[in-house]
């Protein structure tokens, strides 16, 4: 019986898509542009090489029938997904390292909605606080008093700010407004930045109180100390950082510092007479979300929580979407407090 040759674009096909697989771990280790460039260009090369074979061997009509109903079968599969999980945004990729060691940038997450939100909080033991609709309006209508971070500063009039610094130095730690900050200066500009300084007693008027502690973070192979978050108070409620909090996906308004949806960890959920605002942060991060000019996630917003992920899948996704470049962070991790 005669065997049948693979035909030369076959091999071909074959020998793009380990290519493609072998850049795409290349740049998961590497974080660099040039090859999430290179990446994406083969990715577009792909395309164009399955499309031109396909007419050249079935006819350009047999052709757009098949991705017709490739593109059907895709959409199908992507509503027995919304359907099954409860939620309109079944899957999603971590494009940044706010939630390291936790989720790497280019992991492909899968989500369930919440379905109940009081059954979700029960059966995920999530801290709720109890909150006011009087307290929580007071709260919205002066939210740029509630966007405060603490900043080791390394130098007399406060303006040299950073999170980390190195064991040694002399530092002061000190309270920032980042509101102030975002609208009337820029990080490392000398001189103004001391002027979004917050006494520590003006928090006490706010909803949300921040304490904060100093650890270890790694930078670059490099160990350095670190300014976090440590604890929050609201009302008489004092809560900590809690790991084994479920990591939710929520969508962004115009209002955020944030854009787009964030995956953050659930550190606490607000009961505000029945409504329910969610409180994030990324493992990664020094701060909470609110703390940089993000405002409660109202439960509409929620898209779900993880529940699986697939390391380096979601890379197709952020390159097609031109998330090329490395984010901010990717080069520190905080390590044991």
Not at 24 to 50: C, R, S, T
Not at 114 to 142: C, E, K, T, Y
Not at 262 to 281: D, E, M
Request: glycine share 8%.
């Amino acid at each position: 019986m005669r065997h049948k040759k693979k035909k030369p674009e076959s091999r071909l096909s074959w020998l793009l898509y380990a290519l493609l697989i072998a850049l795409i771990l290349l740049y998961a280790v590497l974080q660099n542009a040039v090859v999430g460039f290179a990446a994406l260009l083969l990715i577009i090369m792909i395309l164009i090489f399955e499309v031109r074979t396909s007419v050249a061997t079935e006819g350009a009509r047999k052709s757009l029938i098949d991705m017709i109903a490739a593109g059907g079968a895709a959409i199908v599969f992507w509503i027995a997904l919304t359907v099954v999980l409860h939620t309109s945004s079944p899957i999603d990729a971590v494009s940044s390292c706010s939630m390291l060691p936790a989720l790497h940038r280019g992991d492909l997450v899968v989500l369930r909605g919440l379905d109940s939100i009081s059954s979700f909080i029960s059966s995920m033991h999530v801290p709720v606080v109890n909150v006011s609709a009087s307290a929580f309006a007071r709260m919205q209508g002066n939210m740029s008093d509630e966007f405060l971070t603490y900043f080791a500063y390394l130098n007399g009039n406060k303006s040299d700010i950073s999170f980390n610094f190195t064991s040694g130095e002399r530092y002061g730690i000190a309270l920032y407004n980042v509101a102030c900050i975002s609208r009337d200066t820029y990080y490392g500009k000398t001189g103004e930045i001391a002027n979004c300084t917050v006494p520590q007693q003006a928090q006490q008027n706010n909803l949300i109180r921040y304490a904060y502690s100093i650890g270890n973070q790694s930078v670059g192979g490099k160990m350095l100390r670190e300014v976090y978050t440590s604890q929050i108070t609201v009302g008489n409620t004092t809560l900590s950082e809690n790991y084994s909090n479920p990591i939710i996906v929520y969508q962004t308004t115009s209002k955020d510092s944030f854009t787009g949806s964030v995956i953050h960890r659930l550190y606490a959920v607000l009961n505000v007479s029945g409504q329910y605002y969610f409180l994030t942060k990324g493992d990664n991060n020094p701060a909470l979300d609110i703390e940089f000019g993000n405002y409660p996630a109202n439960e509409s917003a929620v898209l779900g929580y993880v529940i699986a992920d697939i390391p380096v899948a979601g890379y197709v996704k952020l390159l097609l979407s031109g998330q090329i470049g490395t984010p901010q962070g990717c080069g520190s991790v905080l390590s044991a407090r």
